[in-house]
């Protein structure tokens, strides 16, 4: 397996304090990385944009939107706007421009945790998202962000199982995927009811003051070990990606 094969980046400028985002530069990260899927951030979910990442095999565009408005001390700032309402029209709108653009595969619920706990919405407003994804696309996927920190406690994922058909799951560190086969039957080592429901998939944060080991191929033949060990304790209870 290699980078080309497994990996996704985000595309998208954002969190440059003081600057807005140009659109002119998306697709050019999947190009240095050499890979074909996207997760598309910080941007309006427009044309434009998606005709920019045409090129590509799948496209997933964030429905829990990063925006940017003006600071108070110059420049701009940005903020997640996570409110239901947001999340729910976001995702009619890709699941529109899908049709269109037959790349979109799905919708991207970021920090979807954190943002359920800060709007006070459960398990009810998942499935009306997951609803609203799909509207004009059946094929759609809820791609949906899980922290390595957040897998307790258990009950909170349990009820929005049926809506998560991807977990991309962050873990801060390559250091950290010796555990990382633990850390995934944690997560979806448990009884599901139902077919399986989830793919999984691993994101790695790595910064540029890491060893020059820490390398895409490395990382990803790393984290392939680690699913593999995880595989043979979930017992079929999820699809792996």
Same mark, same amino acid.
């Given at each position: ?5 497994? !990996?996704?980046?985000?595309? +998208? ?6 600057? #807005? ?17 996207? #997760?598309?951030?910080?941007? /309006? $979910? ?30 701009? @700032? ?6 239901? @309402? ?19 595969? +799905? +919708? ?11 709007? +006070? =919405? ?20 809820? =791609? ?34 010796? $555990? ?13 009811? !139902? ?25 990803? /033949? ?14 079929? $209870?999820?699809?792996?990606?």
């Amino acid at each position: 397996m290699n980078m080309a094969d497994a !990996g996704w980046v985000w595309e +998208g400028q954002g969190l440059d304090p003081g600057v #807005h985002p140009s659109i002119f530069g998306v697709g050019d990260g999947a190009e240095f990385f050499g890979v074909r899927r996207v #997760h598309f951030l910080f941007h /309006d $979910t427009t044309p434009l944009a998606l005709r920019r990442l045409a090129h590509l095999d799948e496209v997933v565009p964030d429905i829990s939107k990063w925006r940017f408005r003006d600071s108070e001390n110059g420049g701009s @700032e940005c903020y997640c706007d996570g409110r239901p @309402e947001t999340v729910r029209a976001e995702a009619e709108k890709v699941s529109q421009f899908s049709l269109e653009f037959p790349n979109v595969t +799905g +919708g991207y619920y970021d920090d979807m945790k954190g943002l359920m706990t800060k709007f +006070g =919405h459960g398990a009810a407003e998942c499935a009306r998202i997951h609803d609203a994804l799909r509207s004009e696309n059946k094929n759609l996927k809820l =791609h949906t962000v899980v922290y390595s920190h957040e897998l307790d406690p258990p009950g909170f994922w349990l009820p929005l199982l049926p809506y998560m058909d991807v977990v991309t799951f962050w873990v801060w560190g390559y250091e950290r995927l010796a $555990t990382l086969a633990e850390l995934l039957v944690d997560l979806i080592g448990r009884p599901i009811e !139902g077919p399986p429901l989830l793919q999984v998939g691993v994101t790695i944060g790595v910064s540029i003051a890491e060893p020059a080991t820490a390398t895409g191929d490395v990382l990803v /033949d790393r984290a392939d070990a680690a699913l593999l060990a995880a595989k043979s304790e979930a017992k079929g $209870t999820v699809r792996f990606a």
